[in-house]
């Protein structure tokens, strides 16, 4: 993804310091943020560069109009604000909200294409798809994450029907299924804004409504990947493929490298799995799958998971 130049400008020094410091340390990849304590110092810049957003200080505004080339919020100190002008930021709230607020207002901006790859890294995809073992295909999805955050910045998306982890109420993959149709909106910092943190890899929310994964085409996992390519601050993305509408196939064919944990791999569950498989014509996916046997206490031990997951990728 390539990165975006934000303005901000406010004559709280202080501010200005610990916004940069921030956006070096967690963001620099994705945004380059030019600070400014005086309105006219940011004006010479921005007339004469190219800027993404403009994050002006309210105090600026004097109750006249900002006229700039680029997109404009206000930085408000106060929570809410009854106008409808300008976007507005309130800037008493966590430094994560604000880098989230300033994603949505780029995902808001029309663009002429809605992917936008930086050319940088190809990150690994990993799926995980075994329906008929949902809970321990869960289990193993997200151990299998929390193992390659050691090393690798992971993120996991879950497009799974049913998971232990309920929905929280906030965007997940119901929205950015909705958001892969608006093929004039810039998708990549949409699903930036729903990032979830786990235990040391960040997340995407499963489904609202189980139908959600049903109405996924393949023009819609072409575009997700794409959207997936965008984000190369990743190493690796680990994917919770739990459904078995048609375009499962479509989502497992963009992986790298597909596990299938079960619980017993002489099920004839599994075997009937398979064989529905290669009826589709999906016996090069089959060949690719690799099926991982979980040890017998899998269900019982789950402080030994992450070890034995560790041990056998």
């Not at 809605?114 to 949902?134: A, D, M, R, W």
């Not at 799974?160 to 950015?176: I, K, P, Q, R, W």
């Not at 919770?240 to 099920?267: K, Q, T």
Request: a negative charge.
């Amino acid at each position: 993804m390539g990165r975006r130049t934000v303005l901000l400008c406010t004559e709280d020094k202080r501010y200005l310091d610990a916004f940069a410091d921030y956006c070096a340390r967690n963001e620099g990849s994705r945004i380059s943020i030019k600070t400014f304590n005086t309105k006219e110092a940011l004006d010479r810049y921005e007339k004469s560069n190219s800027v993404d957003l403009v994050l002006i200080d309210a105090g600026f505004l004097n109750g006249g109009k900002l006229s700039y080339n680029s997109k404009i919020a206000i930085l408000s100190e106060e929570k809410y604000v009854d106008r409808d002008t300008y976007i507005y930021v309130y800037k008493f709230q966590r430094m994560d909200i604000i880098i989230k607020q300033i994603y949505q207002i780029f995902a808001d901006t029309p663009e002429c294409e809605i992917y936008k790859c930086s050319g940088g890294k190809k990150c690994n995809i990993t799926g995980v798809f075994s329906p008929c073992f949902p809970a321990q295909r869960e289990q193993y999805a997200r151990e299998l994450a929390e193992v390659y955050a050691n090393t690798d910045n992971v993120l996991y998306i879950n497009l799974a029907e049913l998971t232990e982890h309920d929905f929280d109420g906030g965007e997940g993959v119901s929205e950015l299924i909705y958001y892969l149709h608006e093929s004039n909106k810039p998708v990549s910092y949409r699903l930036l804004t729903m990032l979830k943190e786990e235990e040391g890899y960040k997340s995407i929310a499963g489904v609202k409504n189980y139908r959600d994964l049903y109405g996924i085409t393949s023009g819609d996992a072409d575009r997700l990947f794409e959207c997936i390519d965008t984000l190369d601050e990743f190493d690796r993305i680990v994917i919770d493929a739990g459904f078995l509408g048609d375009s499962v196939y479509e989502i497992l064919s963009h992986c790298n490298e597909i596990y299938m944990p079960v619980s017993d791999e002489r099920s004839l569950r599994l075997k009937h799995l398979l064989k529905d498989m290669q009826a589709c014509g999906e016996e090069q996916l089959i060949n690719e799958i690799k099926v991982i046997q979980l040890p017998e206490w899998w269900d019982m031990r789950k402080d030994m998971r992450n070890k034995w997951v560790s041990h056998e990728k």
